[in-house]
């Protein structure tokens, strides 16, 4: 299941991933109000981005009610992978914090991954350092005996496992065409970056 969190940030290659595997998928776009399914429909959870910070989840209707899902999932042990937003909002369901991360990240960084990163299934086959997407003013803090899976020098923490919980800051799934949309669709915080 993918949880699409914005009109802009969709699945990108996960969804070609998925397609190439042959498992099947569905997307729920549930900032247009559309019902989260029964949690035994689907075997994992994607979390998607959005602009939104996590912090303000609870002020947004289709948020507070997807935190409330997501977090009766990691309760019954689903697996769950949250990108970018969908990392902090995971990491704040399992009492970590969201704060704003020094800089704002906005194109491609090289990202490290720590000595439990390497030996994540998630990164099976990944270097030890890879140059990753992002698009982010906030980071989060690794939950309380989660485990740090990736870093890099201007955002320490990129990624964390916390039982069926895995959250990355970065953007594996976007391509050339999604990262010029997302340019266009958020050109203020591209000025506010100096770019």
């Known amino acids: 299941l993918f949880l699409q969190n914005c009109a802009d940030e969709g699945i990108g290659l996960y969804g070609q991933r998925l397609q190439e595997l042959r ?9 247009a109000g559309e019902r989260l399914p029964a949690l035994d429909l ?3 959870i994607i979390v998607g981005g959005t602009p939104i910070s996590a912090n303000e989840a609870d002020r947004h209707d289709f948020l507070a009610a997807e935190g409330s ?23 704040r369901l399992l009492g970590g914090g969201v704060r704003k991360n020094p800089v704002a ?11 439990a990163g390497r030996c994540d299934p998630i990164f099976q086959g990944f270097p030890k350092a890879f140059p990753a997407f992002q698009w982010h003013n906030d980071t989060f803090d690794i939950p309380p005996w989660g485990l740090q899976l ?12 916390m039982g069926s919980a895995v959250g990355l800051q ?8 999604e990262a010029l ?12 970056a100096g770019m």
């Open 23 to 31: 498992l099947p998928w569905d997307a729920v776009h549930a900032y």
């Open 170 to 177: 970065f953007h594996l799934e976007v391509t050339a065409p």
């Open 105 to 115: 990240e906005i194109g491609t960084y090289p990202v490290r991954l720590t000595a």
């Open 150 to 161: 990736a870093a890099s020098r201007s955002c320490p923490n990129q990624g964390f496992r």
């Open 69 to 91: 899902y997501l977090k009766e999932a990691l309760d019954i042990g689903k697996p769950v992978l949250g990108i970018c937003f969908g990392a902090q909002l995971l990491a």
């Open 181 to 192: 949309r997302w340019a266009s669709a958020y050109p203020d915080e591209l000025r506010a």
């Open 42 to 44: 689907h075997d994992a």
